[in-house]
């Protein structure tokens, strides 16, 4: 076993790869002060700038893990569209670093934060159901927990997020993977069109005759501008029969065996999420089962029920009730977290291993670094059909085969560790891509989801062979470069 110093020594060698602050992030955010105030005049009366300490401000800074939180030198939060145009106009005049928020879940440090201008979109916080259409229109203020409380009474639902907290704007840039991915595909393949302001402001809905921002948009971030509308399409929802079930660890090869039987069944309806844990020095396992009608068929999760469980809360609901039921998993905000992809196209009992030793192995350097850490390793397989329901897109660059987006998480408290856990994570990510690579799978297709990578992931292994494409589409949307503006992935 390795001493955690050998483990610091280790990390330390790879630092120079990490963080390199770009010149205008060290700017005080007083220098910001100018900006905010120009703002504040710009704005209608639907919109407001708010300082630190209001509370409004805290809320508009907030986010899942407070290791992505920055002190912005004010928050705005844009009640129109027309709004967002000033705000993004002066901005971009202005130079002026700033962030866009819809839920605060993206654990990479920047990427909706900011020392500048915070642009928080709460005020976005609409959902329509047109029932002629067969669409639902959200405002990319809202979390899917919010959206399924409001749909739950109508007999539609949306392919959104699994977990209350995660926000509808980053989760449907970038992907999103759903309970109901297997049937209806990623997020952005049931999306109609977004409401989307311009880098320069302009304000434009994109729909599947854009062809170019068409493309863009559906995994390409905050590259191309602020989305302050998204109109979805909408399917029926009865109720479903869903749950998590928990597990002692020595249940891993019961578990293995459960996961080849269940997969060969390709039942669209179902899904399943595979955690596997280390906290407080042991290993375990839990599952989010979860099946799209009131009563799943005979033998489909059998043999996960058979296997002795210490806690299992599946039960026959509503959509919205099981998703509420999960909001012991949302920001507790004192965990400090990080996430990364591990793409892998199956999950064979050697992967299953893999991932266990890995969990284990950094789930015991971290703990010996700051005693509450914890590890959680998430395989989500899906049907093979899955990239099926849509069509080519920024992200997934190769829609030929299935991708399993799976995450490494790691938590934390202590705020000095952030440096070393980001450089842990690299290393048990790359393990983890090689341990896939070890299992003969081919996976130069299948690229890390853009919504887990981890902040220093090259554009290359999430867009692969789109990065041209999106490179040029960039420079003709925006020219000026104000969405360099804003942190995170950029063509
Ligand atoms: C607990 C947890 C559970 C998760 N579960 C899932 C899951 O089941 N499936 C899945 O696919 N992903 C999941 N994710 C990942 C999730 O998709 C990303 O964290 C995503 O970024 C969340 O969106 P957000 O609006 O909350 O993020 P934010 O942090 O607010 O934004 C993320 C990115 O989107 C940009 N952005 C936000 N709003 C806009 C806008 N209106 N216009 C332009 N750019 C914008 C931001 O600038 C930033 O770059 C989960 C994450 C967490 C932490
Ligand atoms: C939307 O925001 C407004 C103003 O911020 C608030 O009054 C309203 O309750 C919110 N609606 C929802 C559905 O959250
Ligand atoms: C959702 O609808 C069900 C009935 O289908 C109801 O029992 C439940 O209370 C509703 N939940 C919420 C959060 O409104
Ligand atoms: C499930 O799908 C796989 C891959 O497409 C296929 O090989 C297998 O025969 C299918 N099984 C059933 C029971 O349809
Ligand atoms: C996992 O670790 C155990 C013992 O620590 C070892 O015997 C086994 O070979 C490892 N398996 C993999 C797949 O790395
Ligand atoms: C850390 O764990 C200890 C027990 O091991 C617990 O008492 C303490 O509250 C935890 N701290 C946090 C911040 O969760
Ligand atoms: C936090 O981590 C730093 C760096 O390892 C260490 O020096 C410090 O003692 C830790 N703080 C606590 C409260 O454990
Ligand atoms: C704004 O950008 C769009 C997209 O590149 C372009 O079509 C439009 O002409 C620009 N508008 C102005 C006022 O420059």
Known sequence: MFPTTTLLCTLFLTSAAFGRPKTWEKRASSNFRGTCDQIAKAVSDASQVFFPPSTQYLSDIFHFAPSSTQESACSVEPGTAEDVSKILRILGSTRTPFAVKGGGHSTNLGFSSTKGVQIALARFNDTNVNSDDGTVEVGPGLTWD????????????VVGGRVPGVGVAGFTLGGGYSYKSSQYGLAIDNVASYELVLPNGTITTVTS????????????????????????????????????IFYTGTQLDAIKEAYAKFQQANDTKASLLISLVYSSGQFTIFLFAFYDAPTPPPGLFDGFLAIPSTQNTVSTRSFSDFVESLNSLAASGAQRSLYSGI???????????????????????????????????????????????????????????????????????????????????????????????????????????????????????MYGANVPRLRKLRAEIDPEDVMGLAGGFKF
């Open 146 to 157: 919010q959206v399924y409380t409001t749909l739950n009474s109508t007999g539609v639902n």
């Open 343 to 461: 793409p892998a196209t199956r999950y064979s009992p050697a992967i299953f291993d893999a991932l266990k030793n890995m969990t284990v192995f950094w789930g015991t350097r971290l703990e010996a670094l700051d005693k509450n850490a914890s590890v959680v390793t998430s395989l989500e397989p899906f049907d093979s059909t899955l990239l099926s329901h849509g069509t080519p897109s920024a992200y997934p660059p190769d829609r030929s085969q299935v991708v399993f987006p799976g995450i490494v998480s790691f938590q934390w408290y202590n705020a000095s560790l952030d440096a070393t856990m980001a450089r842990a994570l690299r290393q048990n990510t790359d393990e983890a891509r090689a341990a896939v690579l070890a299992d003969g799978q081919d996976v130069s297709h299948a690229a890390t989801y853009v919504n887990y990578a981890l902040f220093d992931t090259p554009l290359k292994d």
């Open 209 to 244: 005759h854009d062809k170019d921002l068409w493309f863009g948009l559906r995994g390409g971030l905050n590259n191309f501008g602020v989305v302050t509308k998204f109109v979805l399409k909408s399917h029926p929802q009865a109720q479903i029969w869903a749950g998590l």
